[in-house]
């Protein structure tokens, strides 16, 4: 049987619905964590692809200079970074992306493999959500309020109905809210 390749976005946001503060900082996330790594690890064994949205890939490049071993890409997966404007990539294990997003998620789950992790940021989640290509969403809503920031998609008048999956309670207070996006639900309304 063949394996539908699915996007899932998978982060973590403020209990408020952020994924970063203004700046792109997610000091906030850097907390006790009693709860072990929230299942990242066995996540990251169901995928082979991360979509990074040009913001999202230059804040972690930012923290790779800064010597933070997690913010290393990892070319054992394929790394594709949207960006309007095509570049050639510095970094080993990223290529750009610059093509309507309905043929590059055609042609990407075409491939047979495994899964894809949809990294962010909010402006290229709010347009794959736009294009219908967005399968699922785990987040793990962090028990901080940080007042404003980036929301987890970028601001755009819609309706996209989920499926509530699964809900697990972690024992320091973060929740992970698993969702499927409705397949052709998703009615957007243009002003």
């Known amino acids: 049987m063949l394996h539908h390749r699915k996007i899932i976005v998978y982060i973590a946001t403020s ?3 952020y994924i970063a503060r203004s700046d792109g900082n997610i000091d906030w996330l850097n907390r006790p964590r009693t709860a072990g790594d929230y299942g990242m690890k066995a996540f990251y064994r169901s995928i082979d692809t991360i979509l990074w949205g040009r913001k999202t890939y230059e ?23 949207f ?24 042609r990407l789950r075409a491939v047979p493999g495994k899964d894809i992790w949809m990294m962010g940021g909010a402006g290229i989640i709010g347009a794959f959500l736009d294009e ?11 028990p901080t309020f940080i007042g404003e920031g980036i929301p ?3 601001p755009h008048h819609r ?20 969702y499927a996006v409705s397949r052709g639900a998703q009615r957007r309304i243009r002003k």
């Open 83 to 106: 960006s309007r404007k095509p570049r050639q990539p510095h970094t080993p294990g990223i290529e750009f992306v610059n093509e309507p997003i309905s043929m590059f998620a055609k």
């Open 132 to 142: 219908d290509q967005i399968d699922e969403f785990i987040i793990h809503v962090i």
């Open 152 to 154: 987890l998609i970028q």
């Open 59 to 81: 804040v972690a490049l930012g923290y790779q200079k800064e010597g933070v071993k997690e913010a290393g890409f990892d070319t054992n997966v394929r790394n594709y970074v």
């Open 15 to 17: 209990a408020d619905g």
């Open 159 to 178: 309706n996209v109905p989920l499926v509530l999956k699964s809900v697990r309670r972690f024992s320091d207070g973060v929740v992970r809210l698993h």
